[in-house]
């Protein structure tokens, strides 16, 4: 049996730190505020002349030389992303001019939040089903282009990024076990950026209403998510024959303290089981999983033979999951 497997990683974050002191200078609120009702202490900004593309390009030449893959061997190259470059093309076209990966297949999957496991789970099937040997799956974002500055509501929970994965064709017990992915667009409106489409395109009158920043109904993606990503998870580990108990290391989207802290009990797996680090990078959208997966990895918190389990939520709604076994 074929199977896609992770055999390299990368990360990038932007220089400037915001953090929720700054945070008190811009808005009616405070740390104490932030802190208790999110998780989050300071988040990661892009600075001028950065873009999404800037930062997918370092994750992913960081990913390529763990792997110690050459970019012109890449067959595909898939990109997460809510904050292209541009409209079009890809920002997938993009990287790949970037990293000289000219033989690769190139295209971006919009999924919010969810899109680093839309991508995975696309790139895997590609590779099982022997289309391609080797991929290279990002997340990138650059959402501070996209938030409204003076809604304390949503720009405090958002911060930029990047995390990349190569995944090779192999044959053994190791890598990506199963995929699963869903989507209700019945809910479309909870989260979703109203300008800027063909719907509501760029105009000054819509600039005049700021339907070009991202609009969320925060408490009912907080109750969804929590719901979504347990089931979720516990498809994946199902699909293997696994239960929690397996599961050396849980890295769900880092979208909120409380909301990984209630999948986390839900699913009963341990907090020391669980990889944080949105306190210090906040919600990073399709980015947060393969920059979580990436400084997991690093520091020593995944060895072979792990049980890893990956879950996000986002707009769309779209969920999903991935078991790996490392």
Same mark, same amino acid.
């Given at each position: 049996?074929?199977?896609?497997?992770?055999?390299?990683?990368?990360?990038?974050?932007?220089? =400037? @730190?915001?953090?929720?002191?700054?945070? !008190?200078?811009?808005?009616?609120?405070?740390?104490?505020?932030?802190?208790?009702?999110? &998780?989050?202490?300071?988040?990661?900004?892009?600075?001028?002349?950065?873009?999404?593309?800037?930062?997918?390009?370092?994750?992913?030449?960081?990913?390529?030389?763990?792997?110690?893959? /050459?970019?012109? $061997?890449?067959?595909?190259? @898939?990109?997460?992303?809510?904050?292209?470059?541009?409209?079009?093309?890809?920002?997938?076209?993009?990287?790949?001019?970037?990293?000289?990966?000219? =033989?690769?297949?190139?295209?971006?999957?919009?999924?919010?939040?969810?899109?680093?496991?839309?991508?995975?789970?696309? *790139? !895997? #099937?590609?590779?099982? &089903?022997?289309?391609?040997?080797?991929?290279?799956?990002?997340?990138? !974002?650059?959402?501070?282009?996209?938030?409204?500055?003076? /809604?304390?509501?949503?720009?405090?929970?958002?911060?930029?990024?990047?995390?990349?994965?190569?995944?090779? *064709?192999?044959? &053994?017990?190791?890598?990506?076990?199963?995929?699963?992915?869903?989507? $209700?667009?019945?809910?479309?409106?909870?989260? +979703?950026? =109203?300008?800027?489409?063909?719907?509501?395109?760029?105009?000054? #009158?819509?600039? /005049? %209403?700021?339907?070009? +920043?991202?609009?969320?109904?925060?408490? %009912?993606?907080? =109750?969804?998510?929590?719901?979504?990503?347990? %089931?979720?998870?516990?498809?994946?580990?199902?699909?293997?024959?696994?239960?929690? $108990?397996?599961?050396?290391?849980?890295?769900?989207?880092? *979208?909120?303290?409380?909301?990984?802290?209630?999948?986390?009990?839900?699913?009963?797996?341990?907090? $020391?089981?669980?990889?944080?680090?949105?306190?210090?990078? &906040?919600?990073?959208?399709?980015?947060?999983?393969?920059?979580?997966?990436?400084?997991?990895?690093?520091?020593?918190?995944? #060895?072979?033979?792990?049980? @890893?389990?990956?879950?996000?939520?986002?707009?769309?709604?779209?969920?999903?999951?991935?078991?790996?076994?490392?």
């Amino acid at each position: 049996m074929i199977r896609a497997k992770i055999t390299g990683t990368g990360s990038c974050l932007p220089e =400037k @730190v915001l953090t929720n002191f700054d945070m !008190e200078r811009m808005l009616d609120t405070s740390d104490e505020w932030i802190v208790a009702r999110t &998780g989050i202490h300071e988040r990661r900004i892009a600075g001028e002349g950065e873009y999404t593309s800037t930062f997918a390009t370092a994750a992913a030449h960081k990913a390529l030389e763990a792997a110690g893959v /050459d970019a012109a $061997d890449l067959d595909l190259i @898939v990109i997460g992303t809510v904050t292209p470059d541009f409209p079009f093309p890809a920002t997938a076209c993009i990287v790949q001019q970037n990293l000289g990966a000219s =033989k690769a297949t190139c295209f971006d999957l919009n999924a919010a939040c969810s899109g680093f496991l839309y991508a995975l789970a696309t *790139a !895997e #099937k590609f590779i099982a &089903g022997g289309t391609a040997k080797k991929a290279l799956v990002i997340g990138a !974002e650059v959402l501070s282009r996209i938030v409204d500055w003076s /809604d304390r509501n949503t720009c405090l929970l958002f911060g930029d990024g990047a995390g990349a994965a190569v995944l090779e *064709a192999t044959r &053994g017990e190791s890598g990506i076990l199963s995929t699963h992915l869903h989507t $209700d667009g019945n809910h479309w409106e909870t989260l +979703y950026q =109203k300008g800027c489409g063909s719907r509501n395109p760029a105009s000054q #009158k819509n600039l /005049d %209403e700021r339907l070009i +920043y991202l609009s969320m109904h925060g408490n %009912e993606v907080f =109750k969804l998510a929590v719901r979504a990503m347990g %089931e979720v998870s516990l498809e994946a580990l199902a699909a293997s024959g696994l239960s929690p $108990d397996d599961v050396s290391l849980f890295i769900p989207h880092q *979208a909120n303290l409380r909301i990984v802290e209630a999948v986390g009990k839900r699913l009963g797996i341990d907090a $020391d089981r669980v990889f944080v680090n949105l306190h210090r990078y &906040g919600n990073t959208s399709a980015a947060s999983i393969p920059i979580a997966l990436d400084e997991a990895r690093r520091a020593g918190r995944i #060895k072979e033979g792990d049980l @890893v389990l990956l879950a996000a939520f986002g707009g769309g709604l779209t969920w999903g999951s991935a078991a790996l076994r490392w």
